[in-house]
């Protein structure tokens, strides 16, 4: 469809551009920035009085299930999804099904994310032959094919000499290689984090050194090959010690961590509820004192979601049979912005940075700002409203989150990619 031409009258932009004006969209790019423009015949008037704009949220991590799984979300409903948390651009992972381990199935995917999605929806391609082999995919066509990166998220490399060579394909045509940091010989048949809680629930546990024992040997092969190692997820104390020195001794390493990392510890879990399992697990409190540490000195460079869509069925039963992972694509500002800017623990402008500025800078992504010939992808936010957390507001399919009923601020008033209004408040949402 065609952009529109909009002119966004009394904005109060927040980001690392922060002004109060009006802000003129021609054929997706932002042309004029001003007092009081007048408004031409051919613009579609949008009046953010009393709201604020923003530029429009970057996830580097979300799954659509999209071929494969189409019961639990779509490129079509995952998008819309994004739209309404205020993201204007989301990176899926490849672990759908087929595994897009093919130059034809990559193809048909890169093409529906394009024709889907009503959000720009970014793909990664997988590392290894149907994730879970040491078979390398063909990085350079895959890359030449306009992925975003590599990843076998949902399965860790377990093989040392895999991740080694695929670090140094990925560095060898310029792409970020994002890891699922997991060795499976430690995590057993573990479904949330080891320690007290779980033995109280009777529970198998998952150790911290599942994640940060491969996270080192990951950081040492980054080095050794130079490439973009993008650390997924990452829920422990060690890893982001790991992250802290390998950044201060020159490892080209960036890092994402989920709001319910941030937000939730083991300790929350009180009883057998599948809401709360994902991978990796919540941690302990000392765990998530030191990833939001890390999110503020900028160990961990952003948010990411990990928008984790299930059936009910699946996530229906217990901790020991429900699926791993939560949605989080129509929660993550606001629950991020209620507990933290309102709280005093970081301001907006440095929520924004985490959300949007610096996941758009370390991809080399053209967002993360509002100035003159930028891309026109901003979201409209209202701040004042509280409400509660409703999943029959969403777009997603699923419905598997632990924060349904919280009250929050930052609702999304309407969501602008390129120059595009994809999502607008109405009654009831
Ligand atoms: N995070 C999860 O618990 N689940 C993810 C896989 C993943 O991100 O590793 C999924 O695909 O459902
Ligand atoms: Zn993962
Ligand atoms: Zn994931």
Same mark, same amino acid.
């Given at each position: 469809m065609r952009s529109q031409n909009l002119l966004i009258k009394n904005a109060h932009v927040v980001g690392p551009e922060t002004f109060n004006g009006d802000i003129?969209?021609?054929?997706? !790019?932002?042309?004029? !920035?001003?007092?009081? =423009? /007048?408004? /031409?015949?051919?613009?579609?008037?949008?009046? @953010?009085?009393?709201?604020?704009? =923003? %530029?429009?949220?970057v996830d580097v991590h979300v799954h659509f299930r999209d071929p494969g799984q189409t019961d639990k979300e779509t490129i079509s409903t995952g998008s819309r999804a994004a739209a309404h948390g205020g993201f204007t651009s989301v990176v899926a992972m490849p672990n759908v099904t087929p595994v897009p381990d093919n130059a034809a199935d990559l193809k048909a995917l890169l093409t529906k994310n394009v024709q889907d999605g009503v959000v720009h929806v970014h793909q990664y391609a997988p590392i290894t032959m149907a994730l879970h082999s040491n078979q390398l995919v063909d990085f350079e066509r895959f890359n030449q094919l306009g992925v975003f990166g590599f990843s076998n998220d949902g399965v860790g490399v377990q093989q040392a000499a895999t991740m080694k060579a695929a670090m140094a394909a990925c560095a060898a045509v310029d792409a970020p290689l994002a890891a699922h940091i997991e060795d499976e010989s430690l995590r057993g048949d573990g479904v949330m984090n080891a320690g007290p809680v779980a033995k109280g629930l009777g529970l198998p546990g998952m150790s911290n050194q599942t994640e940060s024992s491969q996270l080192a040997r990951d950081l040492d092969l980054a080095a050794a090959t130079g490439v973009h190692y993008h650390a997924c997820h990452i829920s422990t104390r060690q890893s982001v010690a790991l992250i802290r020195q390998a950044k201060a001794a020159g490892v080209h390493v960036t890092a994402e961590v989920t709001p319910h990392h941030l937000l939730l510890e083991d300790t929350d879990i009180i009883g057998d509820d599948p809401n709360f399992k994902m991978n990796p697990p919540l941690r302990s409190h000392a765990d998530r004192l030191a990833v939001i540490g890390g999110l503020l000195d900028g160990t961990l460079d952003m948010? @990411?979601?990990?928008?984790? %869509?299930?059936?009910?069925?699946?996530?229906?039963?217990?901790?020991?049979?429900?699926?791993?992972g939560i949605v989080g694509l129509e929660t993550a500002f606001a629950l991020l912005y209620s507990r933290f800017v309102r709280s005093g623990r970081m301001t907006l402008l440095e929520l924004v940075d985490k959300m949007s500025t610096t996941p758009a800078t370390a991809f080399k992504l053209p967002a993360g700002h509002i100035q003159?010939?930028?891309?026109?992808? =901003?979201?409209?936010? &209202? =701040?004042?409203? %509280?409400?509660? !957390? &409703?999943?029959?507001?969403?777009? /997603?399919?699923?419905? &598997? /989150?632990?924060?349904?009923?919280?009250?929050?601020?930052?609702?999304?008033?309407?969501?602008?990619?390129s120059g595009k209004i994809v999502y607008q408040q109405k009654e009831g949402r």
């Open positions: 003129r969209i021609h054929q997706g !790019i932002i042309t004029t !920035i001003g007092q009081d =423009l /007048s408004v /031409s015949p051919d613009e579609t008037v949008l009046d @953010a009085s009393g709201q604020t704009v =923003l %530029p429009g949220l948010v @990411a979601t990990d928008h984790a %869509p299930h059936t009910i069925a699946d996530k229906g039963g217990t901790m020991k049979t429900a699926a791993f003159i010939g930028a891309p026109a992808d =901003l979201t409209v936010m &209202n =701040l004042e409203t %509280p409400y509660q !957390i &409703n999943p029959n507001t969403w777009f /997603s399919k699923g419905v &598997n /989150s632990p924060f349904i009923g919280e009250t929050v601020y930052g609702q999304t008033v309407a969501t602008i990619v």
